[in-house]
């Protein structure tokens, strides 16, 4: 018998994928936590019937929430993660040698636990001396920091049910005032196809560029999320993520990517043309 997981990009929209065996299977207190092997993308992560992350392409998204910013200001060192339970954006982070302090903000500790038994590979960078994993509501967190961090990453999920109050103009403040002077934030900003995925990217990105003087969108091709086509919205204080974009600098790190390169950081920022209509109607 085959066994398929579908998930629905949209009310007549589905992605399917078979299914070898369903590893993990529990209902938290926040939601339902689901990780099973694929045939075509290996272990896979979902949410209340959302997929997360899969093993085969979950590095597009890890690589280019970190590594925009990270090759734009050239001095981070306490790092705040918001969400990213299942480490890969910790994993990512931890390349940096210079990075002193990486705080991660999850409010599902089964997540965690989960995915340290099952995506160890993802997880492998929780027990970093650098980071501190807090258990906590994002808001409630945040609301005793001030200039405190160089940047913010907040890989929260799509903006709809109890989640929806991390796109909220008093969210994007709150960040903004645990910024430094110079520091800069960065979302996951959803996908741009399906309309109401849309109505939420262009609501969230309006209430950014009201709080901070620098916001920009830009864009990655990820097989697994809605249209294969997804979006990160950056947001920053002083640096402008073309104008100020140090490309030497970052490529003297060494770094070893399968997706970001310099050339792909520039390119990234520049949309089609529907999406450009999109977001300026919302700028105002």
């Not at 980071?131 to 405190?148: E, S």
């Not at 109890?162 to 110079?182: K, M, Q, V, W």
């Not at 990160?232 to 970001?260: C, M, N, V």
């Amino acid at each position: 018998m085959d066994l398929w997981f579908s998930e629905y990009h949209a009310p007549d929209v589905r992605h399917s994928m078979a299914v070898n065996r369903h590893l993990y299977s529990q209902k938290s207190n926040y939601q339902q936590i689901d990780i099973f092997d694929s045939k075509a993308f290996g272990r896979v992560l979902a949410l209340d019937g959302n997929v997360m992350l899969t093993e085969r392409d979950e590095f597009i998204y890890d690589e280019m929430i970190v590594h925009v910013p990270m090759s734009v200001h050239p001095d981070i060192r306490d790092v705040l993660v918001i969400g990213a339970g299942d480490g890969g954006v910790v994993k990512e982070l931890t390349r940096y040698s210079s990075i002193e302090k990486i705080d991660l903000v999850e409010m599902d500790s089964q997540v965690i636990e989960a995915c340290r038994i099952y995506l160890p590979e993802n997880a492998s960078k929780l027990d970093d001396e650098r980071v501190h994993i807090f258990y906590d509501n994002a808001l409630r967190f945040i609301r005793k920091c001030h200039c405190a961090y160089d940047l913010i990453i907040v890989d929260s999920m799509d903006p709809f049910g109890p989640l929806e109050g991390y796109f909220t103009r008093e969210f994007y403040g709150i960040c903004y005032n645990a910024l430094r002077s110079d520091g800069i934030m960065v979302n996951q900003q959803g996908s741009p196809f399906f309309q109401h995925d849309a109505q939420a990217m262009t609501r969230s990105h309006q209430r950014i560029a009201s709080t901070f003087p620098i916001s920009r969108v830009y864009q990655a091709h990820i097989p697994t999320y809605a249209a294969g086509y997804w979006l990160f919205g950056f947001a920053s204080k002083k640096y402008h993520p073309i104008d100020d974009f140090k490309p030497e600098l970052w490529q003297s790190r060494h770094l070893k990517t399968d997706y970001y390169t310099p050339k792909l950081h520039i390119g990234c920022f520049y949309l089609p043309a529907f999406l450009e209509r999109m977001l300026l109607e919302v700028e105002g």
